[in-house]
């Protein structure tokens, strides 16, 4: 399942510092980033979701969701 939002993101930290967008939602969207359904072929440590624009390690995705712990724990 992929949660599509109609922009690109460089990165998942710029996902992370969205103003417009609830933690409960870039939660969400960074989970299914992490998925094995976004690895790139023959590196399993990349993704390249359809939001991002170029791939990302997946330990990147995996941060950025532990810098959401406290914002969701609220």
Do not use: G
């Not at 109609?6 to 510092?17: A, G, I, N, T």
């Not at 590196?43 to 995705?61: A, D, F, G, I, W």
């Amino acid at each position: 399942m992929s949660i599509h939002y109609f922009r690109s993101f460089h990165d998942p930290e710029e996902l992370v510092s969205h103003p417009q967008l609830e933690p409960e939602v870039k939660r969400a969207i960074l989970a299914s980033w992490a998925s094995d359904a976004f690895t790139v072929r023959s590196q399993p440590t990349l993704r390249k979701p359809p939001e991002l624009s170029q791939p990302v390690p997946v330990q990147n995705v995996l941060d950025a969701l532990k810098k959401l712990d406290p914002i969701c724990r609220q």
